[in-house]
T-cell receptor
Framework: DVKVTQSSRYLVKRTGEKVFLECVQD?????MFWYRQDPGLGLRLIYF???????EKGDIPEGYSVSREKKERFSLILESASTNQTSMYLC???????????????FGNGTRLTVT | AQSVTQLGSHVSVSEGALVLLRCNYS??????LFWYVQYPNQGLQLLLK??????LVKGINGFEAEFKKSETSFHLTKPSPHMSDAAEYFC?????????????FGQGTTLQVKP
């Protein structure tokens, strides 16, 4: 079974701090994603990556950056955390090719970030 | 642009009564459609997907969904839910390119199952 592991389940940070959210997958997936989940808004894509050192903006990239130095690891960075970034953050991965046909997204359990 | 609308943020049913969770989509290309479930304090798990072929799709845990192109709908049903089915359910559509792996999610519907 694919395992996507997010390093922290709960995180509390102060406004202005630099925050790192880590995600690791163990199935050699090429694609990795960061989503943000908010009540009433569903999941919104922040950034995604097709390969090491490759990244593309999703729908709400402002205030975030990402890093993918190794295939299995995809980090989300909040350069200067703000209270409106308090949310649940979900990491996901999938195979390349025709991932939606052959391999759906596999999600981690999420990191609930509170910025005070 | 692709989008998904889930009608009803909360649905409450009694155990054994039919569950119907509604999903309508908008897509400029033949869509791939998905239902995911999120149990409390967990990530999302795939329930079922429609890509091509048969329009009635069966998933895990007794759920099924029917793709209706004329109605741009992909409603999720379960004939006889259990209390263990209480969770949040998300409908999703591909972003227009099946090769990207990107999905666009609906707002989510919380299912409550009463004894």
């Amino acid at each position: 079974d694919v395992k996507v592991t997010q390093s922290s389940r709960y995180l509390v940070k102060r406004t202005g701090e630099k925050v790192f959210l880590e995600c690791v997958q163990d199935m050699d997936h090429e694609n990795m994603f960061w989503y943000r989940q908010d009540p009433g808004l569903g999941l919104r894509l922040i950034y995604f990556s097709y390969d090491v050192k490759m990244k593309e903006k999703g729908d709400i990239p402002e205030g975030y950056s990402v890093s993918r130095e190794k295939k299995e690891r995809f980090s989300l960075i909040l350069e200067s955390a703000s209270t409106n970034q308090t949310s649940m953050y979900l990491c996901a991965s999938s195979l390349s090719g025709d991932p939606l046909y052959n391999s759906p997204l596999h999600f981690g359990n999420g990191t609930r970030l509170t910025v005070t | 642009a692709q989008s998904v609308t889930q009608l009803g943020s909360h649905v409450s049913v009694s155990e054994g009564a039919l569950v119907l969770l509604r999903c309508n989509y908008s897509s400029s290309v033949p869509p791939y459609l998905f239902w995911y479930v999120q149990y409390p304090n967990q990530g999302l798990q795939l329930l079922l997907k429609y890509t091509t072929g048969a329009t009635l799709v069966k998933g895990i845990n007794g759920f099924e969904a029917e793709f209706k192109k004329s109605e741009t709908s992909f409603h999720l049903t379960k004939p006889s839910p259990h209390m263990s089915d209480a969770a949040e359910y998300f409908c999703a559509v591909s972003d227009g390119s099946s090769n990207t792996g990107k999905l666009i999610f609906g707002q989510g519907t919380t299912l409550q199952v009463k004894p």
